[in-house]
């Protein structure tokens, strides 16, 4: 069973800085690209950032310049740094990583619970 597990959701003012982690665990072989993916009320769920397991980035026009999406592959980590917060990125935040277990060693993708983050203007 794999398994992400999301941190550090909370309340912040706008213009502030949050960081969230998202930690991978159990029967792991390999993970491939993780990524954060976020969702506002009554909104579809959004790219936010991705990273490849060698470091290769990807941001959604929105947060680019303001977030900052890495990655710790000893500790099955990711995390988003996110600064200069803005109304607009209040949302529940969900990491996703592509993952192949020892179980079965088929590649699956795997979602985490969501944090959520709050911004108040």
Sequence with gaps: QVQLVESGGGLVQAGGS??????AS??????????????????????????SRHGSTDYADSVKDRFTISRDNAK????????????EDAAAYYCKAGIVPTTDYIYR???????LVTVSS
Excluded at 42 to 50: D, F, K, N, P, Y
Excluded at 76 to 87: D, E, F, I, R
Excluded at 109 to 115: A, I, L, N, P, R
């Design 76 to 87: 099955n980590t990711v995390y988003l740094q996110m600064n200069s917060l803005k109304p």
């Design 18 to 23: 949050l960081g969230l982690s998202c930690v």
């Design 26 to 51: 159990g029967s792991i072989f390999h993970i491939h690209v993780m990524g954060w993916y976020r969702q506002a009320p009554g909104e579809q769920r959004e790219l936010v950032a991705t990273i």
């Design 109 to 115: 993708e795997v979602w985490g619970q969501g944090t």
